[in-house]
C-alpha cells in the first residue's frame, strides 16, 4: 500500500500552493494521507488543485481512484481522556459534571 498508493499520491500533491505540511499512514489495506495548508490558504482552490492532481493520477488495477475527503481543522481532536473505576455512576458524574 504504501509503496503503490501512498507515496504515489503524496508526491502528486506535494508542491501546492499554500501546503505548509503533508502526513501520510498506510495501513493494510489503507492510505491516507493528510495536507495540511498554511493559515490564509483560500479553501475552495486548495481543494480544486487537490481534485486536480488526484484526477490526473492512475492507481493500481483493484484500487479505486484517491478522492478528498471532508475538510477537517486542526481542532478536530484536541484532548483523549479515558475515565476508569469500578464505580459506573461516579465515572459518569465524574464524566457529566466536571468533564463536560
Known sequence: VERRVTVPVEQALL???????ARSLSRHGLS?????????TDLARARQAVSERLA????????ERPAP????????EV??????????????TAHD????
Open 15 to 21: 508542491g501546492l500552493p499554500g501546503l505548509a505540511q
Open 32 to 40: 491516507q494521507v493528510t495536507l495540511v495548508f498554511a493559515d490564509g
Open 56 to 63: 490526473g493520477l492512475e492507481p493500481p488495477a483493484g484500487v
Open 69 to 76: 475527503g471532508p475538510p477537517a481543522t486542526g481542532l478536530g
Open 79 to 92: 484532548l483523549h481522556v479515558l475515565l476508569t473505576g469500578a464505580d459506573a455512576e461516579r465515572l459518569r
Open 97 to 100: 459534571a466536571v468533564l463536560r
